[in-house]
């Protein structure tokens, strides 16, 4: 690898929301002392959800204990349902009926929700899921950290689905990302997860919330003419179709059937090819990726070792590339906030340019799997070698350090 002076550039270990006060992303607003559910909770509201359902589980559980402290006294709607199931069911049937809702969980309650996930794929339900991910698989360790579901994020439910999947790192980010979430799914009319975990959701630090009235909200597209005409799943420019909440005076049907623009079952083929297509074709335009995709680059301009992290691990990651580069070392970071679906374009710019990729995860190697497979396309494919970590202990800035030093 080669060695020499570090760019000109601040490397200094900063907070999140230093960065953004320095960078002028946030110049004024609501100073507070967050954990990261507290955030997703906050910028929920923020945003204009006033629906929450859910079912207690650690590490999440606070998100639901704010939802009920702060949705009941503004007019929403909270409920604890009997088990996960139920509230994935729940905040469907408010979402159709115009609430924005969210709901939470961790990995076992993930693994409840998903047949109702891949229901409110196909019919295309403004919806934003939480997953602040423990160690698992089961029960496995409630109140351990873990990143193993990123390949449940994507692949959770059956068959073909579009899903838009966002891992923060920050409580600043848990807020901001939240509000994205929001938007995004109403933009696109689809499920959103944010993939937390449980240092992220449960940590504290500073955070900046930005004056309300300058926060982007992004609303559902209603229908407009005659009732008559109404199609829920029709075809539109952009590909998304309008969505009138129950009691708007439009006929809507809804199943989990293929169905027609109608939403009545079909078994016609060329219009189950048009539903499935359609429903991924709308994440696909450069406006949609433009949108979705979201990837911090840190130093990687001359990297020769890229590290790619996400979520808490990608924290010490950022440390571990800052001292490299100290130390002469011309590493640096490629971090998903994004992380489905990929940012294809942007990972393989940035990985072409290197000869060694690390992929330091709290799993055996699931996001690792999606850089090799892109790292595929590159030749030549520079080394991709994964740090997995699974004693639910984290990974360390000497743990990455070591590897890139290698």
Known sequence: ???????????????????ALRTGVIT????????????????AIDVGARGYFGYPITPSTEIEEGAARYLLGMGGVFL???????????????????LKVFTA?????????????????????????????????????????GQSDVMQARWG??????????????????YEETIRAFNLSERYRMPVIILSDAKVGQMKEPAILP??????????????????DYEPFGLTEDGVPPLAGFGDGFRAHFTGLYHGRNGLPTKDPAM?????????AKLETAEAKADILKTEEFVTDDADVVVVAFGITSRAAKDAVILA????????????????????????????????????????????LEIDRLAGHLSPKPQVVGINKVDTALISPADILREIKI
């Open 1 to 19: 690898m080669r060695t020499g002076a570090a760019p000109k550039i601040d490397l200094r270990i900063v907070s999140p929301v230093h960065q």
């Open 28 to 43: 004024q607003g609501r100073r507070l002392i967050l954990s990261g559910n507290d955030a997703i909770v906050r910028g």
């Open 80 to 98: 604890q349902t009997e088990d996960e199931i139920a509230a994935i069911g729940a905040a469907i049937g408010a979402s159709l009926a115009g």
């Open 105 to 145: 969980s961790s990995g076992p309650g993930i693994s409840l929700k998903q047949e109702l996930i891949g229901f409110a794929a196909i019919t295309e339900v403004p919806l934003v899921i939480i997953n602040v991910q423990r160690a698992g698989p089961s029960t496995g360790g409630p109140t351990d950290v």
């Open 157 to 174: 439910t059956h068959g073909d689905h579009p899903i838009i999947v966002i891992a923060p790192n920050s409580p600043q980010e848990c």
């Open 211 to 228: 004056p309300l009235a300058s926060i982007p909200i992004v609303n559902r597209r209603k229908p407009v003419g005659s009732p008559r």
């Open 272 to 280: 189950v090819d048009e539903q499935l297509r359609r429903i991924h």
């Open 325 to 368: 580069r100290q130390a002469g070392i011309r590493a640096g970071l490629l971090r998903p906030i994004t992380l489905w679906p990929s940012d294809e374009v942007t990972i393989l710019r940035v990985l072409g340019r290197a000869k060694k990729v690390i992929v330091p995860e709290l799993n055996l190697g699931q996001y690792g």
